[in-house]
């Protein structure tokens, strides 16, 4: 059986790409649940998988998280890694799938939840909002919070890989991929044709795909009035090679293949890393 990848709600589970994509395992309700039903399940998916990935929003309920923490140290495994990076929830529902498409391949599963920080680089995430009065997670300058005040504004915003605000008009852009990508699109309570009709052709988007707004991406954006939209690699071939290009090491903890200088499973750094934590 290939490492599970789960996810915290069935919104985030995409739909496959291909016929080699592996369904994403949902852990629905988990922080209602009973707590040894919530165990039991989750040691039934290391028993038969070996390890699990759980790709979890910076922004899901504090009782998810605190219940997914628990769950690890009530199993005492090392075999559970959480992974959190800072996307917003479509973006992080497109790299999820991406882990599910990598997981039908003979990658080790320290190195398949190495590749997530990797493949987050390749993410272009951002939206189109109606306000950016709550808007948190992106710099907003007071310029653009009087702006929110006048009725019928729109703003385009990118929160990964770098911030960037523009009002929407006849002249706005972003920066976007300097590679071939795809495009996921969301609609909440907002109406534009911005993205399809003028970003998504600045940015020579090979194909454009619409998808549910995650449940958590109100919050995450500080509005309900909005589109959101994602940018990334569809081909598992790129994938594979970007992954597979990427010089691998053992965890000098837990003995686990990895990339990058991290053990997802065990948290720990490499020696070289931590050398250069304590003496810079």
Sequence with gaps: MPTAIAVTGADMALPPLDERTVPAVVLKDLDRQPLDQALAALQQLIDQCGHVIVVCSRVVAPGVERRLHTIRSLLESDRIA?????????????????????????????????????????????????????????????????????????????????????????????????????????KGQLQTDWIAGTLAPAWNVQGLREAPLPVESALWWGTPKLVEFCTFLPDLSVLYQLVTSVRQSSCHWCGIDVIGDRCVFCSATSPLEQHQLTTG
């Design 82 to 186: 959480f992974f959190r990076p800072d996307l917003p929830p479509l973006g992080l529902a497109v790299l999820a799938r991406q882990l599910r498409q990598l997981a039908s391949c003979d990658l080790s599963p320290g190195v398949l939840a190495s590749a997530g920080r990797l493949l987050t680089h390749y993410i272009h995430a951002g939206a189109v909002l109606g306000s950016v009065t709550k808007l948190d997670r992106v710099p907003v300058g007071l310029k653009s919070h009087a702006k929110s005040w006048v009725p019928g504004s729109q703003f385009g915003v990118i929160a990964h890989p770098e911030p960037q605000l523009v009002r929407i008009g006849p002249e706005a852009s972003l920066s976007g991929p300097e590679f071939a990508t795809s495009m996921l699109v969301a």
